[in-house]
């Protein structure tokens, strides 16, 4: 039996309709392997997503890869901070390093901030956050005030700290006028009380800044626990405890970590509190205003010693940071 096909016949008053192309050569005008079943397979090129994320690497390279290989590659060199020719010394750095008394109670300060600072930078914001949290009447205008210390410039801030606290400063001239004290206190002239001024100025200046990280994690804990556990009769306390610390221990791990990170690099407390020395006789230098000593002065500076240190340094942070992903994954466990 014969099929005759024939053409259709146009309805008489209706507009005839215009044939789009046939499939075959619709694909035949998408490129390459777009024209498979669908056009998204061709973004599924292997080489895509590096072309995407080539000036990202880019940057990483240029700014992060090498400047820390420069900086292995000159802890084994004399080189001096105006350049010049620079001779390979291999360990000699690293062996100065070892026998150097300033370098150690440079590590003694960093290491000492960072146990002060972080369990009180962990906790404190925490509170403020649990504090603020509530809808109430002008709460607004706390958690800005809070912030503010976020938006100043550290300079900015140790300018005003150091006001506050000289021997003629705010603190002292209250605290004498309300026959507290007989004489000043020496917060910028006592290597310790200097050290905790400093770490003062950090928290003051970071308790906004994780006060917001707290917030968003607040939000993620289920209001209905804390209703019911205030219906079995639990108190704050309690539910701070049971219920809060718990929603946000990831949170808190995170806070830890930069903090910890932080006050390792900590430079510009010591540098406006200290008057540029870092304290009475260099006592309160941090390791990196340490590698700024040794390493930059353009006269006695050794950038190949400096870079010994700051690869030190390095180590001492890559490590603490090993740490806390450690005891995070046994938290998560």
């Given at each position: 039996?014969?099929?005759?096909?024939?053409?259709?016949?146009?309805?008489?008053g209706?507009?005839?309709s215009?044939?789009?192309?046939?499939?075959?050569?619709?694909?035949?005008l998408?490129?390459?392997?777009?024209?498979?079943?669908?056009?998204?397979?061709?973004?599924?090129?292997w080489w895509?997503?590096?072309l995407?994320?080539a000036?990202?690497?880019?940057?990483?390279v240029?700014?992060?890869?090498?400047?820390?290989?420069?900086?292995?590659l000159?802890?084994?060199?004399?080189?001096?901070?105006?350049?010049?020719?620079?001779?390979?010394?291999?360990?000699?750095n690293?062996?100065?390093?070892?026998?150097?008394s300033d370098?150690?109670?440079?590590?003694r300060?960093?290491?000492?901030y960072a146990v002060?600072?972080?369990?009180?930078?962990?906790?404190?914001?925490?509170?403020?956050a649990?504090?603020?949290e509530k809808?109430?009447?002008?709460?607004?205008?706390?958690?800005?005030?809070?912030?503010?210390?976020?938006?100043?410039?550290s300079?900015?801030?140790?300018?005003?700290?150091q006001?506050?606290?000289?021997?003629?400063?705010?603190?002292?001239?209250?605290?004498?006028?309300?026959?507290?004290?007989r004489?000043?206190?020496?917060?910028l002239?006592?290597?310790?009380?200097?050290?905790?001024?400093?770490?003062?100025?950090?928290l003051?200046?970071?308790?906004?800044?994780?006060?917001?990280?707290?917030?968003?994690?607040?939000?993620?804990?289920?209001?209905?626990?804390?209703?019911?556990a205030?219906?079995?009769?639990?108190?704050?306390?309690?539910?701070?405890w049971?219920?809060?610390i718990?929603g946000?221990?990831?949170?808190?791990?995170?806070?830890?970590?930069?903090?910890?990170?932080?006050?390792?690099?900590?430079?510009?407390e010591?540098y406006?509190?200290?008057?540029?020395?870092?304290?009475?006789?260099?006592?309160?230098?941090?390791l990196?205003?340490?590698?700024?000593?040794?390493?930059?002065?353009?006269?006695?500076?050794?950038?190949?010693?400096g870079?010994?240190?700051?690869?030190?340094?390095?180590?001492?942070?890559?490590?603490?940071?090993?740490?806390?992903?450690?005891?995070t994954?046994?938290?998560?466990s």
């Open positions: 039996m014969t099929v005759q096909i024939t053409k259709p016949v146009p309805v008489p209706t507009k005839p215009v044939p789009g192309p046939a499939p075959s050569r619709l694909r035949a998408l490129p390459g392997p777009a024209a498979g079943a669908n056009g998204a397979a061709m973004y599924r090129r895509l997503p590096w995407w994320t000036p990202a690497i880019g940057c990483a240029v700014f992060g890869v090498f400047p820390f290989l420069n900086t292995v000159l802890s084994f060199t004399d080189a001096k901070p105006l350049g010049g020719a620079a001779s390979f010394v291999g360990l000699d690293y062996t100065r390093m070892l026998d150097d370098f150690w109670l440079a590590t300060n960093s290491v000492l002060i600072v972080v369990p009180l930078m962990v906790l404190l914001p925490l509170l403020l649990v504090l603020v809808n109430l009447p002008g709460i607004g205008f706390f958690r800005s005030a809070f912030y503010t210390p976020v938006l100043a410039s300079v900015v801030v140790g300018l005003s700290w006001w506050l606290l000289a021997d003629d400063g705010l603190v002292n001239t209250w605290l004498e006028k309300a026959h507290l004290i004489s000043a206190i020496p917060f002239s006592d290597s310790w009380l200097i050290l905790l001024s400093a770490m003062g100025l950090t003051w200046k970071g308790l906004g800044w994780y006060m917001v990280f707290y917030l968003a994690a607040l939000g993620n804990v289920p209001k209905e626990l804390h209703e019911a205030q219906m079995d009769g639990a108190g704050a306390v309690r539910r701070f049971h219920i809060t718990p946000v221990r990831q949170a808190m791990m995170l806070v830890g970590t930069l903090t910890g990170i932080g006050s390792l690099r900590v430079f510009t010591i406006m509190l200290g008057s540029s020395t870092g304290g009475p006789g260099g006592a309160d230098r941090t990196p205003f340490y590698i700024r000593d040794v390493g930059l002065d353009p006269i006695t500076g050794n950038a190949g010693y870079s010994a240190v700051s690869v030190a340094l390095f180590a001492l942070t890559l490590g603490l940071t090993l740490l806390a992903q450690r005891l994954k046994e938290d998560e």
